[in-house]
């Protein structure tokens, strides 16, 4: 039976647990949300009649900060997966050291049924329920499935309306015109590219001598593939929900992402058209992709893509998580005996989250930086905690994963501490 997604994310952390000790306190908080708000959002649909959506926001931990997380729209949203997405971003900001706790929200809609005006309509509403269970010292929204800047703009608005002020810092991942900082469109895969090419140089992996497959190109895949494709690296395959192509002496990204502007498949990439001869290629499926004999492994699509059922089948030597919750927890005791290393979606897909808090920080002080700056910061950001994580795994012999949870406990830990816990009481009155 599979497990829901809460008590697989629980799974890591009882892992981590056993390395690092913490008060009881703050065991006793991480354990639950604190506080989570579900909200029935009347919507006036185009033919006049009334629909009611069901949306939530869940602010899990604020100990370090305001709560931050993306808001999702999708027809399989419900509390659970609320909770556990929440949970993540409270580890995920931990370990990137952002003066943030975690949150999560959504909507349980498809939002391709909807028009745009009453996509509008149904965000508006999200925020008319929710408005007095957030705000920029309380708790920062942000994009996340099939939610965007126009999304995030609307919100941005609808909030200020009702505090009758202009707030651009409830919302992060607007467009630039509104607040929104440069360089959020592509920070989650820059931030992934500094990740992995600061721990691939540990292997002593030279790029002209590392074979990369990507599933997934969407936002996050195409970019990254990119961007390793320009370092030198040998992207022999990518792939989206339609299929993948491979090709043993590197694929050509930027002619298959200009391919997809004007076709819905990368398979159809090689079959007609100018870019049809630059290599050879192979059609391949998803789970061929996933199974390909490459040194590096990136699922970029969707969670649940490594199971128990496959993880036998990986050949590669490492794999960086950019989608959030690929692989199962049963799946990296598997992946873990035969010595492939996973480095974290909590840190390898954090580059979004990190341009978000500068996104905030711009917005409070009404300065806006450069994109270079952005970049530079970024880049500072993510190989100083890519390091720290690597440093507690050599040290302490354990999984890169579990060190992300050591290292971001660590700090979740301290925090609770400042404010006062049992320990901290009883060895006041000794
Ligand atoms: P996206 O919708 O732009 O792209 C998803 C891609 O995955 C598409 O190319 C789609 O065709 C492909 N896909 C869907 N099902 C597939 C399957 N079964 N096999 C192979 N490919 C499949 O989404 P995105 O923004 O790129 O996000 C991808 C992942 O990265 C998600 O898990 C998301 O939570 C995570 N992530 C994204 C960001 C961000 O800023 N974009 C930030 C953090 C985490």
């Given at each position: 039976m599979s497990m829901s997604l809460l008590a697989d994310?629980?799974?890591?952390?009882?892992?981590?647990?056993?390395?690092?000790?913490?008060?009881?306190?703050?065991?006793?908080?991480?354990?639950?949300?604190?506080?989570?708000?579900?909200?029935?959002?009347?919507?006036?649909?185009?033919?006049?009649?009334?629909?009611?959506?069901?949306?939530?926001?869940?602010?899990?931990?604020?100990?370090?900060?305001?709560?931050?997380?993306?808001?999702?729209?999708?027809?399989?949203?419900?509390?659970?997966?609320?909770?556990?997405?929440?949970?993540?971003?409270?580890?995920?900001?931990a370990l990137l050291n952002l003066p943030f706790g975690g949150a999560k929200g959504g909507i349980t809609v498809n939002p391709k049924e909807l028009s745009k005006a009453e996509l509008e309509r149904l965000s508006r509403g999200y925020i008319e329920a929710i408005a007095d269970f957030i705000g920029p010292d309380i708790?920062?929204?942000?994009?996340?499935?099939?939610?965007?800047?126009?999304?995030?703009?609307?919100?941005m608005d609808q909030y200020s309306i009702i505090r009758r002020r202009i707030s651009p810092g409830v919302v992060t991942g607007k467009p630039q015109t509104m607040g929104g900082s440069k360089g959020r469109d592509t920070a989650t895969a820059t931030g992934a590219y500094y990740v992995i090419n600061t721990i691939l140089a540990k292997y002593n992996q030279i790029p002209e001598k590392t074979s990369i497959a990507v599933q997934g190109f969407g936002n996050a895949g195409a970019e990254v593939a990119e961007l390793l494709a320009k370092a030198g690296y040998k992207v022999v395959a990518v792939s989206d929900s339609q299929g993948g192509i491979y090709s043993s002496q590197g694929l050509d990204i930027p002619s298959i992402r200009?391919?997809?502007?004007?076709?819905?498949?990368?398979?159809?990439?090689?079959?007609?058209?100018?870019?049809?001869?630059?290599?050879?290629?192979?059609?391949?499926?998803?789970?061929?992709?996933?199974?390909?004999?490459?040194?590096v492994l990136i699922p970029a699509a969707l969670e649940k893509q490594i199971t128990e059922d496959n993880a036998d089948k990986i050949k590669a030597k490492y794999i960086f998580e950019v989608a959030n919750g690929p692989i199962t927890s049963?799946?990296?005791?598997?992946?873990?005996?035969?010595?492939?290393?996973?480095?974290?979606?909590?840190?390898?897909?954090?580059?979004?989250?990190?341009?978000?808090?500068?996104?905030?920080?711009?917005?409070?002080?009404?300065?806006?930086?450069?994109?270079?700056?952005?970049?530079?910061?970024?880049?500072?950001?993510?190989?100083?905690?890519?390091?720290?994580?690597?440093?507690?795994?050599?040290?302490?012999?354990v999984s890169p994963r579990t060190a992300g949870y050591i290292h971001a406990l660590n700090r979740l830990n301290e925090a609770m501490s400042a404010k006062g816990t049992r320990d901290y009481y009883q060895a006041q009155h000794s």
């Open positions: 994310a629980n799974v890591r952390l009882e892992e981590a647990l056993k390395y690092v000790s913490i008060s009881e306190d703050a065991f006793s908080r991480l354990k639950y949300p604190k506080a989570s708000i579900s909200v029935s959002i009347p919507v006036r649909m185009d033919d006049g009649s009334l629909k009611i959506f069901q949306g939530y926001r869940v602010r899990y931990d604020d100990t370090r900060g305001p709560g931050k997380g993306g808001v999702r729209y999708h027809p399989s949203v419900c509390l659970d997966e609320v909770q556990s997405l929440a949970f993540w971003m409270t580890f995920k900001c708790d920062i929204l942000a994009p996340d499935v099939y939610t965007n800047e126009m999304i995030m703009g609307w919100m200009q391919y997809k502007k004007n076709h819905p498949t990368v398979t159809g990439v090689y079959c007609k058209d100018s870019v049809c001869n630059i290599v050879e290629h192979e059609v391949i499926t998803n789970e061929q992709l996933l199974t390909l004999d490459v040194d049963s799946a990296d005791k598997i992946l873990e005996s035969k010595g492939i290393s996973v480095f974290p979606d909590i840190l390898v897909n954090a580059g979004g989250v990190t341009v978000s808090y500068f996104e905030w920080v711009q917005n409070r002080n009404g300065l806006y930086w450069s994109l270079t700056e952005v970049q530079e910061r970024l880049k500072v950001r993510m190989i100083e905690e890519a390091e720290a994580m690597w440093d507690i795994a050599q040290k302490m012999g």
